[in-house]
């Protein structure tokens, strides 16, 4: 059994997180938790759709989804924390038109976390 945490703030993350858990999931035993943070220069929608996404992506797992809003470092280790799980998975960065290499959030989560990461690619665009 693995616990699994999606940290995402867009849909972008979502899907992306989702190619990469459909082939890795057993459904009957392993859990799956999407935190979605609300980033303060984001679209108002991002981090609920994002929630949406899983849902219906991962929907054999019926992943346990929360929206938080603040710091996306904190909020996103603050949830690492409270639901421990065996694997993080993160986007590189918002997947945003423009966005390139590794952004600040993935950064500063990958360097307090205490547990295996997987920065997951997006497909081309």
């Known amino acids: 059994m693995t616990d699994f945490l999606v940290a995402t703030a867009s849909v972008h993350v979502t899907a992306a997180a989702a190619d990469y858990l ?8 392993d859990s799956v938790v999407v935190v ?16 949406n996404v899983a849902r219906s992506r991962l929907a054999a797992a019926m992943p346990a ?4 809003a603040g710091d996306p470092v904190a909020e996103l280790r603050a949830a ?3 639901h421990d ?8 960065h ?8 590794l952004g ?5 989560l990958l360097a307090a976390l205490d547990r295996p990461a ?4 997006f497909p081309e665009r």
């Open 22 to 29: 459909q082939p890795r999931l057993d459904p009957s035993e």
């Open 94 to 101: 918002g997947g945003r038109e423009g966005d390139d290499g």
């Open 36 to 51: 979605a943070v609300d980033e303060p220069d984001a679209p108002d929608r991002d981090a609920a759709d994002a929630a």
């Open 104 to 108: 600040s959030t993935a950064r500063g």
């Open 118 to 121: 997987v920065v997951v690619p």
């Open 80 to 82: 690492v924390a409270e």
């Open 65 to 68: 989804t929360e929206t938080r």
């Open 85 to 92: 799980p065996d694997e993080v998975i993160l986007g590189p």
